[in-house]
């Protein structure tokens, strides 16, 4: 066993770099296995804020044997040899250490084993779109790293002050971000295993956010414009418009996708939705489905503005044309699990991955055991966040998330 080519190995593996000369002496002297080099690298400040590193290309300037860098890559993720079959199939031509590191880490065998690691799951996909495009700031609009535009008239007063920015990554604890890290990596995840096309459905879209984030990095993959498809849900007119002007800001004829002026539901048929008085500031409002509930339903709605009935979708419908969907992602405030309940046929048949903003802690249990019972796997969960009122009780304060997997669909990331 070569320890030299094993430390060198480490750095390139777990912090995205050459070690200097002193690292590599430091850490020969003090090598006592694979396991206790990678604890080590991972304690170290660095670690903690690699994801900032994440859209950079790295390239290695020490000679680079990349028999033993599987070798390497073996014990110090997966803890175990490799198989010579192993060993062979993993040594191909073209290689970069980054996709030697997502390749293993998007094993089954990795998730398993080492399920505290998600940061180096999440560093190895978002680096897969390095380099990130240098964009340009924007008046009015602040960028992500993939160069995606949002126009801050879409939100409220508190965003305001971020136009003209442009985000170094998904977020981190260094800057506050509009969505969840599991978001952004469960939809780079979706588009690295799309192949040559990818297909996207957001559901409770607001100004289509995901949708315009997943073709930014599906086009950062190499994908053809034409051969990626967006399907938009939003109940609200004033966020269904704004996200007719995001597709045209973004550089997209709205009029070549399907973006309903709807809500999802179990069913086919007509709901009511709420005319807000503050769009930009209210993304809370949610689908009356009829007058359940002796229609508390609907003046809980109606809390939000006055109600008008529009086109209620269900994903049977949304996805009876498509053979596949790369990303479903669902945000409709506390309707999710009916809908995918209603839907978890054409899902098994159809969805590789679905990403769920959650609304209670109920909500994100019934969702568990619905997509356990078929087969799904849970790739990352945020619970929801609720704050205490003076009456004792709790209430919803910040969305959850998860993010599952259908093992069914092939999902083999593409180099």
């Known amino acids: 066993m070569n320890i030299r080519e094993g430390v060198i190995w480490a750095y390139r593996l777990i912090l995205n770099r050459e070690p200097s000369d002193a690292e590599l002496a430091a850490r020969l002297g003090a090598y006592t296995d694979p396991q206790a080099l990678r604890r080590a690298l991972r304690k170290t400040g660095e670690w903690e804020t690699l994801l900032d590193r994440a859209g950079e290309v790295f390239e290695p300037h020490r000679p680079v044997d990349w028999k033993e860098g599987v070798s390497w890559a073996f014990r110090l993720l997966l803890r175990r040899e490799p198989s010579a079959e192993e060993l062979k199939r993993h040594l191909v031509r073209n290689d970069t250490v980054n996709d030697l590191r997502l ?23 978002v680096n897969a779109f390095a380099p990130f495009p240098a964009s340009e700031p924007i008046d009015g609009a602040f960028r992500d790293m993939l160069g995606a535009i949002t126009k801050v008239s879409y939100l409220g007063a508190g965003w305001h002050g971020r136009a003209g920015y442009v985000f170094r990554s998904v977020p981190r604890t260094q800057e506050y971000s509009l969505h969840g890290t599991s978001e952004w ?11 040559k096309s990818f297909t996207a459905i957001e559901l409770g879209a607001g100004w289509g956010p995901w949708l315009i984030a997943s073709r930014q990095a599906a086009l950062a993959r190499g994908i053809k414009d034409r051969n990626i498809d967006l399907i938009g849900v939003e109940g609200s007119a004033d966020h269904h418009a704004f996200m007719l002007d995001n597709f045209r800001t973004n550089g997209l004829d709205p009029a070549k996708y399907r973006l309903h002026h ?21 993304y809370g409002a949610f689908a009356s489905f009829g007058e359940d509930k002796m229609g508390v339903d609907r003046m809980t709605a109606a809390q939000h503005g006055e109600l008008e009935e529009i086109p209620c979708i269900s994903l049977a419908t949304l996805m009876a044309d498509k053979k596949r969907v790369d990303l479903l992602h669902i945000d409709i405030q506390g309707h999710e699990e009916e809908v995918l309940r209603a839907g978890i046929e054409v899902l098994n048949a159809k969805a590789r991955r679905v990403v769920v903003g959650t609304h209670s802690r109920a909500i994100e249990g019934h969702l568990f055991d619905l997509f356990h019972a078929n087969g799904w796997v849970c790739e990352s969960e945020v619970v929801c966040e609720l704050k205490p009122l003076m009456d004792g009780t709790r209430a919803l304060w910040v969305d959850g998330e998860q993010v599952w997997r259908n093992d069914r669909l092939d999902g083999t990331p593409h180099a």
Do not use: C, Y
């Open 103 to 125: 390749r293993l880490l998007s094993t089954r065998e990795f998730e398993v084993g080492s399920p505290g690691s998600t940061a180096m799951i999440d560093f190895a996909i």
């Open 185 to 195: 990596i469960g939809t780079l995840r979706s588009v690295l295993e799309a192949g």
């Open 262 to 282: 709807a809500v999802a539901g179990a069913q086919d048929g007509i709901a009511s939705f709420p005319k807000l008085n503050a769009a930009e500031e209210d």
